[in-house]
């Protein structure tokens, strides 16, 4: 099933957004630790574009603060609430250990 985001903010409580996040996606291991480590890496990568969307590109100057009204499209704009949660379950390579993790923190 594939949802735009939109779609997906229809189906929080109150159609605002939800408060936590939980991706638990894995790609089709293929037995090729680095390979699956960076097809993992993308899936995160879209789940945390759902979650923060455009927000993700901007600087910290830029964000929009809570009660502020955004400008921005509905496909802009993530599905998590401001002060939310999001965790992204991914898989590590020998040659990713250590380095995933603080890019997304």
Same mark, same amino acid.
């Given at each position: 099933?594939? !949802?735009?985001?939109?779609?997906? #903010?229809? &189906? /929080?409580?109150?159609?605002?957004?939800?408060?936590?996040?939980l991706s638990d996606m894995c790609p089709?291991?293929?037995?090729?630790?680095?390979?699956?480590?960076?097809?993992?890496?993308?899936?995160?990568?879209?789940?945390?574009? !759902?979650?923060?969307?455009?927000? #993700?590109? &901007? /600087?910290?100057?830029?964000?929009q603060n809570e009660g502020e009204s955004?400008?921005?499209?509905?496909?802009?704009?993530?599905?998590?609430?401001?002060?939310?949660?999001?965790?992204?379950?991914?898989?590590?390579?020998?040659?990713?250990?250590?380095?995933?993790?603080? #890019?997304? &923190?």
């Amino acid at each position: 099933m594939k !949802l735009s985001k939109p779609q997906v #903010m229809e &189906l /929080s409580p109150k159609k605002k957004g939800f408060s936590v996040i939980l991706s638990d996606m894995c790609p089709s291991v293929s037995g090729i630790s680095t390979r699956d480590a960076a097809l993992s890496f993308e899936l995160g990568m879209r789940a945390l574009d !759902l979650a923060v969307g455009r927000a #993700m590109n &901007l /600087s910290n100057d830029n964000f929009q603060n809570e009660g502020e009204s955004c400008t921005c499209s509905p496909y802009d704009k993530g599905v998590l609430l401001s002060r939310g949660h999001l965790v992204i379950k991914l898989l590590e390579s020998e040659d990713t250990k250590g380095e995933i993790s603080p #890019m997304l &923190l």
